[in-house]
């Protein structure tokens, strides 16, 4: 247990400092995971870097769950979305 709220707690900081620079957030409605027939909003938050998502799991900081929301751009791929560990 103490070693996943460190991992929280570095995400956090990690985050704090990731949006304390310029960034957008663009929002997707689509399917979720599982039988549920109940359509989500997925948000993707860019910052200079790219995808925060992506910077989170190439950390350590997240993992992939699941595949659903296409990412902005318009990219016909699906993009995996992502659970903080």
């Given amino acids: 247990m103490p070693q996943v709220i460190e991992i929280g707690l ?20 689509a399917g979720g995971l599982g039988r549920s027939k109940v359509q989500r909003i997925y948000g993707f938050v860019r910052t200079r870097e790219g995808d925060l998502g992506e910077q989170l799991i190439a950390n350590g900081l997240a ?19 992502i659970a903080l560990l």
């Fill in 10 to 29: 570095d995400a956090k900081k990690f985050v704090d400092a990731k949006l304390s620079e310029p960034f957008s957030v663009v929002t997707r409605l």
């Fill in 63 to 81: 993992r992939i769950h699941g595949t659903t929301a296409a990412p902005p751009g318009g990219a016909p791929r699906r993009t995996p979305t």
